[in-house]
């Protein structure tokens, strides 16, 4: 904390402007040494907070052409004292620029560390820090909504809420404790038990969105399944709107693992196009063809496609086979070829799932599958009415921990367990919910967070 950082803030590449940031105490020293304004007469001081035109240069030697802002501390980003130099977005400029603000003292920034300093500094807390990152890494409209609500706080709001009735919980039994020699009042016990189970809803509330929160970050994972040449490939480019995979007459064309994401009005899908479902005796094919059976189970959804103009096979049963617990999307393709399909045999072996008839490679049925998909997202379990969803891994774990420690704490009141130990399970659960605003959290778990930010940020 007690040098001062720079680094490149936006992404490396040709660009119109590219940001080289500076935070710390030498950060305006290092900003009015190496910056040249256009004016002739120059204050002593720039005005602070607005930009100035100028260059940016090495004794006499022009690096660049530059705007410039000189910020001071604590209305900045860290809390800090801060410079930012937008110049041309080219790789050598902004990388000429660093070196120069490199060379005169400041460092080189780790990944994250700029808002590392402004959760040290006190600007934002743990979650919203994370929330950064998460806005960066947003996939869709909606992914970005649930970060922006996260960033203004509104998860921290709810922990701290529920953080203060564990405190009072706390207050209550420490209390008995120091009057230990007397009986603890049944209605203190009580009154305990209710706030317990207040707080257990609360935690049960926070958690039920994480599947919701999961898919917005991660994408909804698809997966298409069906044997080699039923329309899979032909599929995934037709979502795509592009031809992504290869499609040919010859089965076994796909032999790995296709991942893609697809942005459905606003729901991101994590799409994957797998092998054909057959025997084979193909060493590559066969290693595809078992990935994909391993994709299906830890599908969020399938997309198992038969083909209408064949008949079906042990093929097509083992598929009704892996698909038979899964949430399934069922496409019965091919439909302008005559039909010679078992229909009866298919329909009494699946379960009330969603049905279309496609000709993928005429088009028709993409706009019924892109509607279903819809439909599953915002009507089915992982439908969420909450304003907060949880998004983070950290997070939901965090709050199953705090939620084991409450229930534990339920269970042992009413099995009459010394007031004593009960004081440990209300402390666990409130240091648990802790971590997640940062407010309890040791420095190797703050280091590992802000690794997986982008150097700049």
Known sequence: MSETIAAISTAIGEAGIGIVRISGKDALKIGYKIFKSAKVQVEE?????KLRYGHIVDDEKIIDEVLIAFMKGPYTYTREDMVEVYCHGGIISVRSVLALVLKNGAIIAEAGEFTKRAFLNGRLDLAQAE???????????????????????NLSIKIKEIRNILLDMIAHVEVSIDFSDEDVDFSTLKELEEKAFTVKEKISSLLSTSDRGKILRDGLKTVILGKPNVGK?????????ENRAIVTDVPGTTRDIIEEYI?????????????????TSDIVEKIGVDKARLMVDDADLVIAIFD???????EDKEILELISDKKTIILLNKSDLSQVFDEDYFKNHIKNDEVIRTSISNGVGIDKIEKTIKDIFYSGEVEVKSDIVIN????KNQLEKAFNDIESFIEDIKINVPIDCLDVDLKNCWENLGEISGETISEDILDKIFSEFCIGK
């Open 45 to 49: 001081e720039i005005e602070n907070r």
């Open 392 to 395: 983070n891994i950290r997070h």
């Open 131 to 153: 929330a950064v990152i998460d806005i960066i890494n947003s996939k869709t409209n909606k992914g970005m909504e649930v970060s922006l609500n996260q960033l203004e706080g």
């Open 233 to 241: 490939s032909s599929l995934l480019n037709a979502l795509l709107r």
């Open 308 to 314: 209408m103009s064949r008949k079906l096979t042990d």
């Open 263 to 279: 942005n459905i009005d606003g729901i991101p899908l994590k799409i994957v196009d797998t092998a054909g479902i057959r025997d």
